[in-house]
Every structure is written in C-alpha cells, then in structure tokens.
C-alpha cells in the first residue's frame, strides 16, 4: 500500500485560504468516504480536525474544511493563522481494510 | 475524558525484544479498535497495525506485518507493541491512537520513542 501523495509544503499570507490536496487511487480514496486530516505541530502528537471527508470534530476549527473528488480529497484552511503553521497529513481506508497516510505537507504561514 | 497513557522511552540494542504498552481509559475500551503509528524522527506517519479488544481481531500495514505484533488485554484495558528482534531502523515515536466507527483516530497518546543502536 503506497502512501497518499501530498504537495511537501503550502504556504499563505495571514488572512489567506489555502488547500492541500491529497491523492491517492481507487482502492483507498475513490472507493471509501473515510478520509480524515491531522494536525502536527513540532514534537506534539497528531490531532484529528477533520473526519469522513467534510466533519469537523468538537474543538476543531470552523476554518478546517474537507472535500473528496475522485481520487483527491483536499483540505482548506480559511483565515489562514500563525497558529496553523504545522504539518498535515491525510489518512484514509483501504480495500484491504488498513489504513494509509499522506506523505505530510508543512503549511508555512508567510 | 478520553485517556490514551504510554509507556516510557526505552533504549535498546539491534537484535533484543521490546514490548511497549498504552493503557486506554475514559471510554469503551472493548469495542474501540486501537493501534499504533510509526514516526521517524523528521519523517511523516505511518499506519502499523490495529487490534479489537472484545476479540483481538488484528489488522496489519503490509510494511509492518511479520515484523512486530499487535495484542491486547481487556482485563487491563491495554494494547501492546511487540518486537521479537530490533533493528536500528525501529528507532523512531510510536503513537498509540484509537479509532472511531473503525474509521478515523479519534485520540492519540503523547508518543513513545524507541532508540535501537549498538
């Protein structure tokens, strides 16, 4: 099971939206609606903030926003904030009922 | 409140075994599947393995299955990581998570960090 593909590094302006995509085939993202995103601030472990492609857990976010295309889901960060430079990554289910993770993008916030 | 407490770091050399542990508590530890996710340092994550504790039904990353073991005991409401012989390349955190409706990580523990070297 190959890991999702994701861009390495994102970066935006204070106030900006932006979005990282998140590729993978249709044996994990195209065919199953469980595609969840993590938070990694340096030396802290993940945190959820979006679950089942478009949910937002409690606590998390209004300006995280998930969408699923195909093979691609991607995530938006709206009001991009200093606090939301971290890594992110994608996870998603697999045919052979495991689980995947993206490759892991560093959001910079300029 | 939803707890996932981890075991502490250990040093070990290439070769020996190693058993680390997350004890799960705050919810309904038996019918929650929960598993373990590999970081090396300066690298990203990477799904292992997942087990059921009401039946121990185990799921395995191809990457991983043979290499480590998945367990748990539901009498103590804990899951384990087993190495039977380490190699340098198992330095890395280890983060025990437990899924929601077997589909996402829901809560993560504060990671275990494992150094294997001679």
């Known amino acids: 099971q190959s890991a999702l593909t994701q861009p390495a590094s994102v970066s935006g302006s204070p106030g900006q939206a932006i979005t990282i995509s998140c590729t993978g085939t249709?044996?994990?993202?195209?065919?199953?609606?469980?595609v969840s995103w993590y938070q990694q601030h340096p030396d802290k472990a993940p945190k959820l903030i979006i679950y089942d492609v478009t949910s937002r857990p409690s606590g998390s976010s209004n300006r995280f926003s998930g969408s699923k295309s195909g093979n691609t889901a991607s995530l938006t960060i709206s009001g991009l904030q200093v606090d939301d430079e971290a890594d992110y990554y994608c996870c998603s289910f697999t045919d052979t009922r495991t689980y995947v993770f993206g490759t892991g993008t560093k959001v910079t916030v300029l | 409140e939803v707890q996932l407490e981890q075991s502490g770091a250990e040093v070990r050399k290439p070769g020996e075994s190693l058993k680390i542990s997350c004890k799960g508590s705050g919810y309904n530890f038996l019918n929650n599947w929960i598993g373990w996710v590999r970081q090396v340092p300066g690298k990203g994550l990477e799904w292992m393995a997942i087990?059921?504790?009401?039946?121990?039904?185990?799921r395995y990353s191809p990457s991983f299955e043979g290499h480590v073991t998945i367990s748990a005991d539901k009498s103590i409401n804990t899951a384990y990581l087993h190495w039977s012989s380490l190699k340098a390349s198992d330095t890395a955190i280890y983060y025990c998570t437990k899924l929601a409706n077997a589909a996402y990580m829901d809560f993560w523990g504060k990671g275990t960090t494992v150094i294997v070297s001679s």
């Open positions: 087990v059921y504790p009401a039946d121990s039904d185990v």
């Open positions: 249709r044996t994990d993202i195209g065919s199953y609606d469980y």
